[in-house]
């Protein structure tokens, strides 16, 4: 990619700021702002981030240590927004205090409204793809029980550990575990299109 001249007749310099060189956005900062090219909107800088496909569109930026994308809103003070907050918001309006915003598609740097809903805090929880890291079964709420050698099914609802049973199988407890999530969830995405 060819790298954009500064905008003052004859310079040849890189353009930095603005579309200007050094010399020239300090001489125009200090004499003549209206020379200088305007600053992109929040927005502009959001879509400039952010690439489309079919379905997920994804944050291409910054990401928080979660995987979710951030981005500055409202200049060098300005607040940090999560890229996905900012598209729902922008899509639908302002978002409640203390409303969570859910990727229906599992993808944290998804910024696609029609893949985001408000939610709770629980409904949120609820919406997860797979079993935690440090999970022996790979499934979500199986454990192996080596005093019955049997696996255990369980599933945690309202804080409370909801005990589903104890299977021969890892496939049966799987089962067993995904129609209780059916049950008690509303948010479970991956479970009903299993």
């Known amino acids: 990619m060819a790298e954009e001249v500064c905008n003052e007749d004859e310079c040849g310099l890189t353009a930095g700021r603005r579309g200007y060189c050094k010399v020239h956005y ?6 003549d702002k209206s ?9 502009e800088r959001f879509w400039s981030k952010v690439e ?8 291409t930026e910054q990401l928080n240590h ?12 300005g607040k940090i927004w999560l890229a996905h907050r900012y598209s729902y918001s922008m899509a639908n309006g302002e978002i409640a205090p203390g409303v969570e915003i859910d990727h229906k598609c599992l ?13 709770t805090k629980k409904q949120n929880m ?3 793809a797979g079993a935690q890291k440090n999970s022996k079964s790979g499934v979500r709420g199986v454990c192996w029980e080596p005093r019955r050698s049997k ?3 369980v599933v945690k609802h309202n804080r409370v550990q909801v005990h589903v049973g104890t299977f021969e199988t890892l496939a049966e407890a799987e089962a067993a575990v995904i129609a209780k999530r059916n049950e008690l969830f509303t948010h479970n995405e991956l479970d009903r299109t299993a």
């Open 26 to 31: 300090m001489k125009y900062w200090h004499a």
């Open 52 to 59: 489309k496909t079919e379905g997920c569109w994804n944050w």
């Open 107 to 119: 993808n944290r740097q998804c910024v696609n409204p029609e893949h985001l809903r408000s939610a």
């Open 35 to 43: 020379k200088l090219k305007p600053l992109p909107t929040a927005e």
């Open 151 to 153: 696996w255990r099914a």
């Open 66 to 77: 979660a995987g979710y994308g951030t981005m500055l809103v409202g200049g060098r003070a």
């Open 126 to 128: 609820e919406n997860r």
